[in-house]
């Protein structure tokens, strides 16, 4: 008898270390989603699907060449969401078009770490040999702290002309408080002016001379939205701005389509002249333009249906427009991205769509205009194999029925 509870003891111990190790899971700072933003690089292939963005998409399916005729010097200047205590490094080749291109995976790589900015106390912490055609970690020098990377791909395996890296990824620790400059400004984009308007987390935006329009909210330096154009184009976006409040970072999906789209990607300019002027309201020009609006100033803990306190701002927004429609009916629906069970992301979704609901009734909106609907991962509005789509499509929605 004793022997069964010494057993019993040892499976509740294991179980329990099995428990918090995936509770625990590592999480990827080098791409768009976590706050990463490429300030610049050396070069890219002509061909718009092998971008120097890629390499830091989350995606090892999408990645970046060298322009033709410079496969060696190639580097990649980022910033990370703020200063971090590096523990390791990931470079993957795996899916480098080694089969018609041999020696074209990324070789030698030099890793350069700076803790004072982008244009200064830069120090080669590590030179490393990727793998070709696959995949390696690598750890990094204890007590390397960085909020800036370098990383130059010195070599590669042999290609005369061309180098491919698909993916890179980072690990460490948080140190300190990140900078979050307001987004307020005038950017220059690859599709023109973008005036962006920032009031609380709460963000509103025009573009092409006020024929399209932005609306969403900042969490940190990452924004996400929804944008709309001429009526009744629509889609989703996220976008990163450095902690300088200058490069800004980003890529939008078309409304139905799951793959990339493109990238939209821009500087402040103070002397630009904006060509618009970004509305101040967010959910009532929506709702009445399209009967529909997705909630991105509405957030969540992780795995969890707790409303966080920065969710109050775009609550109120419908709180009182209901309050000045009295013949309005709304569903409110939540949705999920596909990294769980089905049945594990429509039961979330679910609650997520009552906890908005509960939220109304408590602040004056009756309970019979409100429906709550999940839909787990159903409907995405962006390509859940990066991290920038999964938080797109882990959204909750508000629907006019009546």
Known sequence: MKNIWVLIGIFCLTLAVTFSASAQK??????????????????????????????????????????????????????????????????????????????????????????????????KVATVQAVKGGRKEFAL?????????????AT???????????????????????????????????YGPLSLLQQGNLVTGCYQQGTGIVSGA????????EWRQSGNHTGTAMMVLDSRGKVL???????????????????????????????????????????????????????????????????????????GELSLHLRVEGYTDSTNTDAYNLNLSSRRAEAVIQWLTQHGVATGRLVAKGFGKSSPVADNNTPQGRALNRRVEIVVIK
């Open 26 to 123: 590592r999480i990827d700072i080098l791409n768009m989603s976590a706050g990463t933003v490429v300030l610049s690089y050396s070069g890219e292939y002509s061909d718009s699907g092998w971008t120097a963005m890629n390499v830091f998409d989350g995606n090892p399916m999408t990645g970046w060449s060298s322009p033709s005729g410079k496969p060696n010097g190639n580097y990649f200047l980022v910033e990370l969401p703020q200063a971090y205590r590096l523990s390791s490094m990931v470079l993957d080749n795996a899916n480098a078009q080694e089969s018609g291109y041999p020696g074209i995976s990324s070789r030698s790589v030099e890793v350069w770490a700076s803790a004072t900015g982008p244009d200064s106390g830069f120090r």
């Open 141 to 153: 020098p204890q007590g390397t702290v960085a909020q800036w990377m370098k990383i130059v791909v």
């Open 156 to 190: 590669n395996w042999g290609h005369p002309t061309y180098t491919e890296l698909m993916e890179a990824e980072l690990f460490g620790t948080p140190i300190g408080s990140p900078a979050h400059p307001s987004l307020t400004g005038v950017y220059r984009t690859n």
């Open 218 to 225: 900042a969490n940190g330096r990452v924004l996400n939205f």
């Open 249 to 323: 970072n980003g890529v939008w999906y078309n409304a139905g389509q799951t793959a990339i789209a493109g990238e939209w990607v821009g500087t402040r300019d103070p002397n630009l002249q904006a060509s618009c002027t970004p509305p101040s309201a967010t959910v009532n020009s929506e709702i009445k333009q399209s009967g529909r609006a997705i909630l991105y100033g509405v957030h969540f803990n992780s795995d969890s249906s707790k409303l966080l306190p920065d969710s109050d701002a775009t609550l109120q927004q419908i709180a009182a427009l209901m309050k």
